[in-house]
């Protein structure tokens, strides 16, 4: 089990970058095999997934929706059988449709049709406005 929180610029102009960032924990020591990412969920639309990346390989995996604009990273650091780390998400020439909940997961695999599949762990979300 690992805990995952949030954070980020709630608002931001069209056309401007944001950054989100998800800091996360956890003690167990299948969490070094996670894969980390992205999803997000439009008002009225079913949450989607955007991007992911491993703990080993450290491989990001884009969606149709991410691919091109959104660039993931991530940053560990192993204490015993404890994991720590930032799961980034850096998202350029933003528009409108991009206004949306973001959310932060950890799961067992990545692929680039679903992002995570099999989410073990949830973050609660940041709002992120694309607004003038």
């Known amino acids: 089990q690992v805990v995952l929180r949030e954070s980020g610029p709630g608002l931001v102009q069209p056309s401007q970058t944001l950054s989100l960032y998800c800091n996360f924990s956890?003690?167990?020591?299948?969490?070094?095999?996670?894969?980390w990412g992205w999803f997000r969920q439009a008002p009225g639309k079913e949450r989607e997934g955007l991007s992911c990346?491993?703990?080993?390989?450290?491989?990001?995996?884009?969606?149709?929706?991410?691919r091109g604009r959104f660039s993931i990273s991530r940053r560990l650091t192993y204490s015993g059988h404890k994991i720590n780390g930032t799961v980034a998400l850096v998202m350029e020439r933003l528009e409108p449709e991009d206004t949306a909940v973001y959310y932060c997961?950890?799961?067992?695999?990545?692929?680039?049709?679903?992002?995570?599949?099999?989410?073990?762990?949830w973050g609660q979300g940041t709002q992120v406005t694309v607004s003038s």
């Open positions: 956890g003690t167990s020591i299948t969490a070094r095999c996670y894969t």
């Open positions: 990346i491993t703990t080993l390989s450290g491989r990001p995996i884009y969606t149709d929706s991410a």
């Open positions: 997961a950890a799961g067992k695999r990545c692929s680039v049709d679903y992002g995570i599949e099999f989410v073990d762990s």
